[in-house]
């Protein structure tokens, strides 16, 4: 019941042209080729396959997989204990931004551009294909010293004339929930880098720049790593809404 009905895949043609980036194995400080953000919940009946699927697909070191539980199946009799209101709105505003008003779960949205079922293997790849056939466009280097942590962000051709906020997301690697009651009753259901909030950092304005923010974004109740993007911002009728993401990468993760 939760399902769009249909697979679609919204392609931002503007997210290719800006460029492309020579990418590394994943580590901390390397470049990953795509970001995947997996809207869910637990009151979700169809989305356990998808949670499943992102843990399988975070091991990949081409990729980012995060997970971004929602609330708004919280009443059909089970409140999801990660969900959080700002993820719903977060997807909700990607809806607007692309134009087709699509909210379901679960849905994986690829670099802030384009979105489809969120269990769909073979359509995810497909999607990174057609996004990111080498990479980001925006190159991100990582250090942490003397209590703040430096981003330094390096553009892999002319600037950019979109602006694009820098974020921290604090992330939880891998966190299990056994479920007592709604669809997933008896469930114990384990989602991979589950967001535990977003803070804007700074404002990138297309050039090559180093942005230095207190280690203490990095840090969330129950987070044991985080991840840095550059992302648009796209004016729209409900303010500034994300746009395409133009680079991301992992920080370090705690012992």
């Known amino acids: 019941m939760m399902s769009p009905g249909k697979r679609l895949i919204a392609v931002t043609i503007a997210a290719l042209a800006m460029g492309i980036a020579t990418v590394d194995a994943q580590a901390p400080g390397k470049q990953p080729k795509a970001l995947l953000e997996l809207f869910t919940s637990q009151g979700c009946s169809s989305c356990p396959p998808a949670d499943a699927l992102v843990i399988e697909l975070a091991k990949d070191p081409d990729l980012i997989a995060l997970t971004l539980p929602v609330t708004y199946w919280d009443y059909l009799g089970w409140k999801d204990t ?16 692309r134009g087709d ?38 190159r991100i280097g990582l250090e942490e010293k003397s209590g703040n942590l430096e981003i330094k962000l390096t553009p892999s051709g002319l600037a950019s004339e979109r602006a694009a906020g820098v974020w921290v997301l604090p992330t939880t690697r891998l966190a299990s929930v056994p479920v007592t009651r709604g669809e997933n009753q008896g469930k114990t259901l384990s989602y991979a880098n589950v967001v535990r909030g977003m803070v804007r950092v700074g404002d990138w304005d297309g050039k090559e720049t180093t942005i230095t923010a207190p280690l203490s974004a990095t840090q ?36």
């Open 220 to 255: 969330a109740p129950e987070a044991d790593g985080y991840v840095v993007i550059v992302q648009t911002d796209q004016p729209g009728k409900y303010g500034m809404m994300p746009g395409p993401i133009l680079g991301a990468a992992r920080g370090k993760t705690a012992p």
């Open 82 to 97: 990660l969900g959080k209101d700002s993820f719903a709105k977060r997807q909700k505003f990607y809806a607007k931004a």
């Open 101 to 138: 008003g699509q909210v379901y779960t679960p849905q994986v949205v690829v670099n802030g551009s384009g979105h489809l079922v969120g269990s769909d293997k073979d359509e995810i790849q497909k999607t990174i294909r057609q996004l990111a056939p080498s990479g980001f466009p925006v």
